[in-house]
Nanobody, 127 residues
């Protein structure tokens, strides 16, 4: 089972900021697609941001201009800087390693799945 260790969630007020981190192994970080998803209570899991096939960050329309995806290759860590948070950003945020977007069978063999998920970190934004 792939190890994706998330951290950085918490409670903030509207307009505040949080930075999420996702650390994984060097092989997964290098050979798999990496991204962040979220799932609000009663809703389906949705993509927030991910590294696109061209290597550039892609964002859901709802977070464009407020969230920033970045990575530290030396630490095998993916970050999600979340600014100008809104109440509708409240959700459990999951880091994902995705063989469908990058790495194919090599990634899938390493993570033992098409997509591997972290344990999730709760972000609560209150007004």
């Amino acid at each position: 089972q792939a190890q994706l260790e998330e951290s950085g969630g918490g409670s903030v007020e509207v307009g505040g900021s949080l930075k999420l981190s996702c650390a994984t192994s060097g092989y997964i970080f290098t050979h798999c697609g990496m991204g962040w998803y979220r799932q609000a209570s009663g809703k389906e899991r949705e993509l927030v941001s991910a590294i696109g096939s061209d290597g550039t960050p892609q964002y859901a329309d709802s977070v464009k201009g407020r969230f920033t995806l970045s990575q530290d290759v030396s630490k095998n860590t993916l970050y999600l800087q979340m600014d100008s948070l809104k109440t509708e950003d409240t959700a459990v945020y999951y880091c994902a390693a995705d063989s469908r977007t990058r790495g194919g069978n090599r990634c899938a063999a390493q993570i033992q799945a098409l997509v591997a998920w972290g344990q999730g970190t709760l972000v609560t934004v209150s007004s």
